[in-house]
């Protein structure tokens, strides 16, 4: 079955630009993340969708950011006004709702973000 | 804020050695996981423990949790160098209903 895609791949765009990244999950799985990842480093947790419950923004570096899950499906994640500080991958993962019992994450290959 | 902690951030072993990594996190936790990535490509799962389990197997993984030490390790044994890759341990909170936490990661070079 389809994995967790991701688009673009690569984006490079201008300080102060507005980006959007698409996100498509498996189908089925209500939870679905963004994070993001800067060189070398580990995964930084942006926001949280998990059905139709209130998405779960305590990530989010700041209002420039912000995401949106249509339909419980695909979601974009926006970023307003570019700065270079915002340069990193964006990953995306979905999963079944994790409940207590804890769900694997599937993430998809991410979008590479560089802001000249 | 980081939760879980590895260690090695680098490990380097030649084909065939066994390769152990460790994890170290702060607050109680409902399961934890470990997850693998190939440069250039998202994480992919390896092996998830619950937190009443000691230890789980799976072919040449083997992971053990010792929730009154808040620690994890990671046992790769025979390593391939298509082993190469970052490691990274992922916790979740008490309830489970929570985004994971995941660590920096240990980057381990199997050389053939």
């Known amino acids: 079955g389809a994995g967790v895609s991701q688009s673009p791949s690569n984006k490079v765009t201008e300080k102060g630009k507005d980006v959007e990244l698409r996100c498509d999950p498996i189908s089925g799985h209500t939870a679905l993340y963004w994070y993001r990842q800067s060189l070398g480093q580990g995964l930084e947790f942006l926001i949280y969708?998990?059905?139709?419950?209130?998405?779960?923004k305590s990530g989010l570096p700041s209002d420039r950011f912000s995401a949106e899950r249509t339909g419980g499906s695909v979601s974009t994640l926006t970023i307003q006004r570019t700065q270079q500080e915002d340069s990193a991958v964006y990953l995306c993962a979905s999963s079944l709702p994790p409940g207590a019992g804890g769900q694997p994450q599937h993430f998809g290959d991410g979008t590479r973000l560089s802001i000249l | 804020s980081q939760q879980g902690e590895e260690d090695p951030q680098a490990l380097s072993i030649q084909e065939g050695e066994n390769a152990t990594m460790n994890c170290s996190y702060k607050t109680s936790i409902n399961n934890l996981q470990w997850y693998r990535q190939n440069s250039g490509r998202g994480l992919v799962h390896l092996i998830l423990i619950r937190s009443n389990e000691r230890e789980k197997h799976s072919g040449r993984l083997r992971v053990t949790l010792d929730t009154s030490k808040k620690s994890s390790s990671l046992l790769i044994t025979a390593s391939r160098a298509a082993d190469t890759a970052s490691y990274f341990c992922a916790t979740d909170g008490p309830s489970g209903n929570t985004p994971l936490v995941f660590g920096k990661g240990t980057r381990l070079s199997v050389i053939a």
């Open positions: 969708f998990q059905g139709n419950s209130a998405p779960d």
